[in-house]
């Protein structure tokens, strides 16, 4: 307009963010894209330490469990990364139930461990489901481990038919000498106070075992060195021998 006075543009150029409304200086934007870049730079560190756990956890349980590592940000295209792959599933895949209710709710439960689940072709699995927050709390990642319970629960039944006894019929005969459980819990006790077990006992231990032994009357129950021995892993002569260095040292015989 003629008569109007030019106003001088400010020394700092602005920059129209289109859908924010307010102007921003480009010093704020270049500040911003470089902190984007820097979001970046460690979501991607973040997920490459989160894989290593992956392949950390699946070389331990291989090849019972599958372990899979899901970017929630990306449902559509969750798996990031599967060991050990038991449900047949390929990187790429999206979410499944539990990332897609993460991703909807961050008061959702972090740690869901040992649900029922089953793979696609009918297997019964063992679920571990864990899921990864970031600073601000919202659900970004998740570590899932699905345990193959085929092999275990053949073993299992296998291990019950083997140890599988007739319960409705009376004992015929016992294999347990007197007092022989009271003799092995004792040495159990003594072995837990030395934070070992039984078989671990070194000489000194097991003669300072049998000093306690003898002083509280286990020894003289019958066949009660063939108890010892069997229960330390040791010789009937060893605890013979053992005995009468206790008794040399206290002054009295052996067994």
């Known amino acids: 307009m003629r008569g109007a006075t ?6 700092v150029e602005l920059d129209l963010i289109v859908g924010q409304g307010a102007p921003r200086r480009r010093n704020d934007c270049v500040t911003a894209r470089l902190e984007r870049r820097t979001m970046k730079k460690d979501d ?3 997920f490459e330490q989160l894989e290593q756990i992956a392949q950390g956890l699946a070389a331990t349980f291989a090849p019972f469990c599958e372990v899979v590592l899901h970017d929630l940000r990306d449902p ?3 798996i990031l990364a599967i060991h050990n792959n038991l449900s047949d599933r390929e990187i790429g895949e999206p979410a499944t139930e539990l990332g897609l209710a993460r991703i909807a709710d961050p008061a959702f439960p972090q740690v869901i461990a040992n649900y029922s689940n089953s793979f696609s ?13 970031d ?4 659900y970004v990642a998740a570590l ?30 016992t294999l347990n000498r007197t007092n022989a459980d009271a003799l092995r819990a004792a040495i159990d006790q003594f072995a837990a106070r030395k934070s070992k077990t039984p078989r671990s006992l070194r000489a000194a231990e097991r003669k300072a075992l049998l000093k306690e032994l003898k002083e509280a009357g286990f020894m003289d129950v019958r066949h009660a060195t063939d108890t ?4 330390l892993g040791v010789s009937r002569s060893t605890v013979y021998t053992d005995s009468r260095e206790v008794g040399r040292a206290s002054g009295e015989g052996g067994l």
């Open 121 to 133: 072709d009918g297997r019964r699995a063992k679920s571990t489901s864990i899921g990864i927050k």
């Open 6 to 11: 030019a106003l001088k543009a400010p020394s």
């Open 144 to 173: 899932c481990l699905n345990l193959d319970l085929t092999l275990f629960n053949s073993v299992q039944s296998a291990m019950a038919e083997f140890t599988k006894v007739d319960a409705r019929q009376p004992p015929l005969e």
């Open 44 to 46: 991607t560190i973040f």
């Open 76 to 78: 559509q295209h969750a």
């Open 135 to 138: 600073s601000q709390g919202r």
């Open 228 to 231: 010892v021995g069997a229960y």
